[in-house]
């Protein structure tokens, strides 16, 4: 397994939560890292970007500034810390791999996704 997410579940609006995903040595290594989502009836977006390297860091506006992604090198893992959250942000959530784009077809990894519902 490449990719794989976890830490979704069910959470009040205003509430937070944290994503993570495994990735393996060699995935971690070689690609940019990345967070989508998909809500119902809805094609998969953009949420969060991350390169080890000089591209930095990349959101979408919609999550900027109640969203964090970073990674721990240790480990392999990337991270999306998720604060201030609204109901609009329920979507299964995937961590991908690829290039530093919002483009999902920029990715050629994707890890199983985990569902987030946020609640009113």
């Known amino acids: 397994v490449q990719l794989q997410a976890s830490g979704g579940g069910l959470v009040q609006a205003g509430g937070s939560l944290r994503l993570s995903c495994t990735a393996s040595r060699r995935v971690f290594s070689s690609y940019k890292l990345s967070w989508f989502r998909q809500a119902p009836g809805k094609d998969r977006e953009f949420v969060a970007a991350t390169s080890l390297r000089a591209e930095g860091t990349l959101y979408t506006d919609s999550v900027k500034g109640r969203f964090t992604i970073s990674t721990d090198k240790t480990k392999y893992m990337v991270y999306l810390q998720m604060n201030n959250l609204k109901r609009e942000d329920t979507a299964v959530y995937y961590c991908a791999a690829g290039?530093?784009?919002?483009?999902?077809?920029?990715?050629?990894?994707?890890?199983?996704?985990?569902?987030?519902?946020?609640?009113s």
């Open 99 to 119: 290039a530093f784009s919002m483009d999902k077809n920029d990715y050629s990894y994707w890890g199983r996704g985990t569902q987030v519902t946020v609640s």
